[in-house]
């Protein structure tokens, strides 16, 4: 299956409420985002659509909303590709665990997100 452009904008959306957790974005995430991404989902559909993924989150570094606010707007198109988060959901979590460890200093608020994301995965699957 090939993800739509909102599946990606999501991970984007996502990977910031998890890089954001500590409230402490560094320029360097950024670099380790796009290689944990372009690893994770490469090929020819991430070459395209993907790139949204990295765009969406350095959007949101720019302007630092919420992380809450940035989570919720995950759920939300999440919730509108479903049949790509049931293919992908592990590699999602894979993802989302990869990001939060990708610096030396990881966070419980990062571990937290993580948890209440596969709390709230469990819920859109099962809706």
């Known amino acids: 299956m090939i993800a739509s452009r909102d599946f990606y904008e999501a991970l984007g959306y996502l990977s910031y409420v998890v890089a954001g957790a500590d409230s402490d974005i560094e320029k360097d995430e950024l670099l380790r985002l796009g290689k944990i991404l372009l690893s994770e989902f490469g090929g020819s559909d991430m070459q395209t659509k993907g790139i949204r993924a990295i765009s969406r989150f350095e959007m949101l570094v720019a302007e630092l909303p919420p992380v809450s606010e940035a989570y919720s707007k995950s759920i939300e198109m ?5 049949p790509e988060l049931l293919e992908f959901q592990d590699k999602i979590l894979e993802v989302i665990s990869k990001i939060a460890n990708s610096d030396s200093d990881f966070e419980i608020t990062e571990q937290n997100w993580i948890e209440k994301f596969r709390e709230d995965l469990t819920i859109i699957l099962n809706e």
């Not at 999440?78 to 479903?82: D, G, P, Q, R, T």
């Open 78 to 82: 999440l919730k509108n590709a479903k």
